[in-house]
């Protein structure tokens, strides 16, 4: 079974950092994207950044451009995303995604295969 298990959330204030992290375990499966996505109370779940596997290009969502950043360690099969000066409209369930097949399309839900069960991230003003 193809596992994606986030970790790294929590309770912060306003300008801090956190950095969330996702493994794959479970069978061994390829994936060419790995990206994150949140999903804040009342609201769709939303792209934030992703990144390839292979290569390791890197693609972020205006809102946190300059202040997120999203590495990917392959001997670990970890992806990270480093969030700073964290602002309280970054408060959201956070879910790691992956997809198998490279994307021209990586902010949309659909194109990702896998799931993690998202790590929550409260950041206080």
């Known amino acids: 079974q193809e596992l994606l298990v986030e970790s790294g959330g929590g309770l912060v204030q306003a300008g801090d950092s956190l950095r969330l992290s996702c493994a794959k375990s479970?069978?061994?499966?390829?994936?060419?994207?790995m990206g994150w996505f949140r999903q804040a109370p009342g609201k769709e779940r939303e792209f934030v950044s992703a990144?390839?596997?292979?290569?390791?290009?890197?693609f972020y969502a205006d809102s946190v451009k300059g202040r997120f950043t999203i590495s990917r360690d392959n001997a670990k099969n970890t992806v990270y995303l480093q969030m700073n000066s964290l602002k309280p409209e970054d408060t959201a369930v956070y879910y790691c995604?992956?997809?198998?097949?490279?994307?021209?399309?990586?902010?949309?839900?659909?194109?990702?295969?896998?799931w993690g069960q998202g790590t929550q991230v409260t950041v206080s003003s």
């Open positions: 995604a992956a997809a198998r097949n490279y994307l021209t399309d990586y902010t949309t839900i659909r194109n990702y295969n896998y």
């Open positions: 479970g069978r061994t499966f390829s994936v060419s994207f």
């Open positions: 990144i390839t596997w292979i290569g390791g290009n890197t």
